[in-house]
Every structure is written in C-alpha cells, then in structure tokens.
C-alpha cells in the first residue's frame, strides 16, 4: 500500500533526517475552525451586578447597560460584529427604538461551551419631570446575536428614563460591539 504524504508532512521527514515512521496525512485529524454563533446556541440577559448596573437616575452624562451572551451549545463557536437592538417602550408614543451602532470596530470573540461575553448599550438618561414627548421609557429590548435574525426578548430591570433620539444621526443612546 502506497502512503501519500503531504509537502509538510515530507518535510518533516526530510529535516527530520532520521524520522523512524512517517504519519500519512490522512492520518492527522485537522480541526476545523470553529464557526459563527447561532441564537439557538446562546442564552442572552442583563448584567445586573452592582458595578453593571447603569445609573439611571443621573441625568449629566452617559451610563451604561451590559447584556451578555453565553455559549450554551456543545461546540465552540464565534460572535463578531454588533447585536441588533431594538427598545420597545412603556408609553404609548414610545413605540419601537432600534439602536445605532458606535463607530468601534468589531473583533472575532471565540466562546467555547460555558463561556461568555457581554456588549454594552450607551444610554443617555432623562429625569422624569422631563416632559413624556422627549423621553423614552424602556419597557423591553429585543436583542439578536450578530448576523442572526431571531432575538431574545428581554425585559428592562432598571427603570429609569432616557432621552428619546430615535431620529437623531448621533444619538446618545447607541449599542456597542461585542466584546469591547
């Protein structure tokens, strides 16, 4: 029976010098990288530790919100870009707020089983003597992993009131890539 070695695999016997058995290259088992996350595969929520918590009643600057997902299949798989997010609001002039994207660019993240990585959703919070025409209360967001197109329904815990945006081309309310 004739053995096929690949080049590298010759190579080896060759710079090897004294190699006692060459390993065909159908003999090695090459790992296939790993491939994108689906949402079936993930569990997604809010951070709500105290240190994940945004400060929804200071009403000077941006706060933040985290919301994590973890790889709950038996395979490693990969998320890259931004998580579509879209806020459905309390109030009935609130409808439906689909969330820009910042200008940071997205990195691959790799989650094996049991892993997981959040992103953060930069908000910019309003006082509630604000009047309801300009404010936008979350009631629940709807989250879909990178380059997938079925989401996860979250509700808001935080409460709180932000400042309602959701035509301006620069809002201060702007979801971030995950990961970073």
């Known amino acids: 029976m004739k053995s096929?070695?690949?080049a590298?695999?010759?190579?080896?016997?060759?710079?090897?010098?004294?190699?006692?058995?060459a390993v065909p290259a159908s003999a090695a088992t090459a790992k296939a990288a790993p491939t994108r996350c689906h949402t079936a595969d993930l569990k997604a929520?809010?951070?709500t530790g105290e240190d994940a918590k945004p400060e929804m009643?200071?009403?000077?600057?941006?706060t933040q919100a985290?919301?994590?997902?973890?790889?709950?299949?038996k395979r490693t798989c990969t998320l890259s870009g931004f998580a579509g997010v879209d806020m459905i609001g309390a109030q009935k002039t609130d409808n439906t707020w689909s969330l820009v994207r910042s200008a940071k660019k997205p990195q691959k993240i790799v989650l094996e089983h049991g892993d997981t990585v959040d992103f953060s959703i930069n908000l910019l919070?309003?006082?509630k003597?604000?009047?309801q025409k300009q404010?936008?209360?979350p009631a629940k967001f709807l989250v879909t992993p990178p380059n997938e197109t079925k989401h996860f329904t979250l509700k808001w815990p935080f409460g709180g009131q932000i400042l309602k945006q959701d035509g301006a081309t620069h809002p201060g309310t702007y979801v971030n890539p995950v990961g970073l």
Do not use: E, M
């Open 4 to 6: 096929k070695l690949t």
């Open 8 to 21: 590298v695999a010759l190579a080896t016997v060759v710079v090897a010098g004294t190699a006692a058995a």
């Open 45 to 47: 929520g809010f951070a």
């Open 57 to 62: 009643d200071q009403t000077k600057k941006q």
């Open 66 to 73: 985290f919301i994590w997902f973890t790889n709950q299949s």
């Open 125 to 127: 919070p309003v006082a």
């Open 129 to 131: 003597s604000t009047p």
């Open 135 to 137: 404010k936008f209360v």
